[in-house]
């Protein structure tokens, strides 16, 4: 990530993920000879766009974590909807697609996810369907 700030030296100190999976970066920048406290909010591209309607009930899980060569992922649906389940980076890269648009009935449901493939790290496991969009951070060990 690259951002400009009006000073001429610009330096993050700390950055996290909020739980509406945004990035923010804090730090300062150098302006009129002094250090002035800079703060950034990212758009990673994981949850894009305004919900103007009530967010919609929804249960989700994943265990064990952290993982080491599957994930068990649980979620209620309130509808049938159409579902996609992804895994990724901290930085909003997707590494990898489990499901993709599938149609799913209303009421539990259970995947188990492989992660053997995936480096040790930290990633968000993210579900979607037509009105919601939820992310649960895991770890692979």
Do not use: C
Not at 44 to 56: C, M, R
Not at 58 to 65: C, G, I, K, M, W
Not at 67 to 87: H, Q, R
Not at 94 to 121: C, F, P, W
Request: aromatic residues 10%; glycine residues 6%.
């Amino acid at each position: 990530m690259l951002t400009d700030f009006i000073g001429s030296d610009d330096i993050a100190f700390a950055l996290a993920i909020q739980p509406d999976l945004k990035i923010v970066a804090a730090g300062e920048t150098w302006q009129n000879g002094k250090w002035n406290f800079s703060l950034a909010r990212y758009f990673s591209g994981l949850n894009v766009g305004v919900i103007d309607e009530p967010a919609e009930h929804f249960e989700l899980s994943a265990y064990p974590n952290p993982a080491s060569s599957y994930i068990n992922l649980n979620y209620e649906l309130a509808n049938n909807a159409t579902v996609s389940i992804a895994v990724y980076d901290v930085m909003g890269k997707r590494i990898k697609s489990y499901v993709h648009n599938e149609t799913k009935i209303k009421g539990m449901q259970a995947e188990a996810l492989a992660v053997d493939d995936l480096k040790k790290g930290v990633y968000i496991l993210r579900i979607e369907t037509e009105r919601v969009q939820r992310g649960v951070r895991f770890v692979k060990n």
